[in-house]
């Protein structure tokens, strides 16, 4: 599934700071982890992560390091910053409101929309 | 045929492709050595991934470079989280709010044409030497500013107060009785051009001209701009020294028409061709500025060092008059250099040798600019507050709090872990209007002060 480009924009940087929120990481990895946890629905590319990276180390929500690959490569290393972590705080609030809401509203309209049946009636 | 024969013809060797890959990336011009080595990591752990699925290596590496995207998108990218130049944004597809206008040399050419007529208006009006050549002067850049503002399309009220800006300074440039010696002529003439490029900044900035990004964006134009009038004017000397060779041969004196007329009206068109080169001709300057900061900070360094030194041997400024100004124009080129380089800088760099090299520069010009108060206090008793004294010691306030500011901030980024360039950026940028007020002050309160000496 193609997310619109409005919500991939919106999800990239709490993702990036959840993903790195679980120890430090570099591009590659994080567009791995990136699909795994959307089984595989979200495909990031290299265009829009490092970009946004390098913004999250200007803001200094993210620190990174030139380290070695297990294959001697060199490679950057990103981690969250104690910045990041509150900000990541704050991300999640808001989505945790904005989804309950969906959620909710979604639900109530279930009829029209069964795709969007939230997540938990179908857990149910 | 078979996959993995070397004796294959058209065999493509992985390591060289990786090779011209990156080649590729850093010749257009936006990467740093760390962003490529970043995507090479990335294109590498791409191929590895791809053969551990069972593909060849040459295959791994045609999908891995086909999957990093179509490069000129990943250079846009980059050019824009690199530089945050505005213009930068071009390269990536619909992200400006407010795209700006580029093509339009034929418009471009109308403008410059017009300046350089306008140049002569007053003169062609019959008015006098002094209020012809500043008319002249206004009006050029007013033109030079309507071509920016056409360019940019900055909201109105921006554009209201920059004409009533210029408004001002014209009537000024033609009411002001000058006289006497000529030296409140010549601070106007200083000061007001200054006022009205920070009201091209305004223009230029647009509605983002409160933003330390806007007001960047406007000091690496400036930069920019000084480089191209450079190229053109050097251009330009030797043309006309060429001309004057020529015609003073077959016998005609070409002195009045190459001083009364090219040479100002040249002027005035090469201000806003080298503007509209600026915006459309970015990639060619861009690798520019930082190469000319680099080679540029060493070399004030050790000539204000040099300066120093000689300061000291021979014990301060003795009989020199104006050494003041002297030492101003140095601080002036000091702060230009200074946010010039900045303006270049990637947010995100490390704070290296040129950071201590710029310190350096600042507080050698500091020690210097010691010497000359000190022999221009001594010496204020003969004469009194004059007003190239008066303007001068302004200047030098103004700068100097400006200076130490930067010199702060920039101590803080080269030997501590502040390492971001964001709190000298708002220095920086914060401090443009103070020189805005100054120059205003000094062109308009000034002359009238010393009863236009």
């Known amino acids: 599934m193609r997310l619109a480009k409005d919500l991939m924009a919106a999800t990239s940087a709490p993702l990036v700071l959840a993903i790195l929120s679980e120890g430090e990481s570099y591009g590659y990895a994080i567009i791995a982890r990136v699909r795994e946890l959307s089984d595989g629905e979200i495909e990031w590319t290299d265009g829009l992560l490092y970009p946004l990276l390098h913004r999250l180390e200007g803001a200094e929500l993210v620190a990174s390091h030139w380290g070695l690959a297990e294959s001697g490569r060199k490679r950057r290393y990103y981690a969250i910053t104690d910045a990041g972590r509150a900000e990541l705080a704050e991300h999640r609030k808001q989505w945790s409101t904005a989804v309950n809401t969906l959620a909710h509203a979604f639900g109530a309209g279930g009829r029209l929309w069964p795709a969007f049946a939230p997540a938990t009636a179908v857990a149910r | ?453």
Not at chain 2, 187 to 211: E, Q
């Open chain 2, 1 to 453: 045929m078979s996959r993995g024969d070397t004796g294959r013809v058209d065999a493509l060797d992985p390591e060289s492709a990786i090779a011209s890959w990156r080649a590729y990336l850093v010749s257009r011009g936006s990467l740093s050595d760390g962003d490529a080595d970043e995507l090479e990591d990335h294109l590498r752990s791409q191929i590895d991934a791809l053969r551990a699925a069972g593909l060849d290596a040459d295959e791994a590496v045609l999908i891995a470079v086909k999957r990093m995207g179509r490069q000129d998108e990943i250079a846009g990218e980059y050019a824009r989280e690199n530089s945050r130049r505005l213009w930068k944004q071009l390269v990536v597809a619909g992200s400006p709010a407010r795209p700006r206008r580029l093509d339009g040399g034929v418009i471009m050419l109308a403008f410059a044409v017009l300046a350089a007529l306008l140049a002569k208006l007053p003169w062609l009006l019959g008015a006098a030497i002094a209020p012809a050549v500043l008319g002249g002067a206004v009006l050029a850049m007013a033109t030079l500013a309507a071509s920016v503002a056409w360019r940019t399309r900055p909201p109105r009220a921006l554009v209201a107060a920059s004409a009533v800006g210029f408004a001002v300074i014209f009537v000024l440039a033609l009411a002001y009785p000058f006289g006497g010696r000529g030296d409140t002529l010549v601070i106007f003439g200083l000061h007001a051009p200054i006022v009205l490029w920070l009201l091209i900044g305004l223009l230029y900035a647009g509605a983002g001209w409160r933003t330390a990004a806007g007001r960047m964006d406007f000091v690496r134009f400036t930069g920019e701009w000084i480089v191209y009038l450079a190229l053109i004017a050097l251009g330009g000397g030797v043309l006309m020294g060429i001309t004057a060779a020529v015609f003073s041969a077959l016998g005609a004196d070409p002195s009045t028409v190459l001083i009364d007329w090219v040479a100002p009206c040249g002027a005035a068109g090469a201000a806003v061709v080298a503007a509209w080169l600026v915006d459309s001709k970015q990639e060619v300057i861009e690798n520019m500025a930082p190469v000319l900061g680099r080679v540029f900070t060493p070399l004030f360094t050790i000539a204000v060092l040099a300066m120093l030194a000689g300061a000291v041997v021979t014990g301060g400024f003795g009989a020199y008059r104006e050494v003041l100004i002297v030492v101003d124009v140095l601080l002036v080129v000091v702060t230009g250099l200074v946010l010039y380089v900045l303006s270049a800088q990637q947010p995100t760099a490390r704070p290296g040798w040129t950071e201590r090299l710029q310190l350096l520069l600042v507080l050698a010009a500091f020690a210097l600019n010691g010497f000359a108060l000190a022999a221009m206090l001594g010496r204020i008793g003969d004469g009194g507050f004059t007003p190239n004294r008066v303007v001068a010691l302004g200047v030098n306030l103004v700068l100097l709090v400006g200076l130490a500011g930067t010199a702060w901030l920039l101590a803080r980024r080269a030997f501590r872990a502040d390492a971001s360039t964001r709190r000298l950026l708002a220095w920086q940028t914060g401090y443009l209007p103070v020189y805005g007020a100054w120059a205003l002050a000094a062109a308009v309160v000034v002359p009238p002060i010393f009863a236009f000496a």
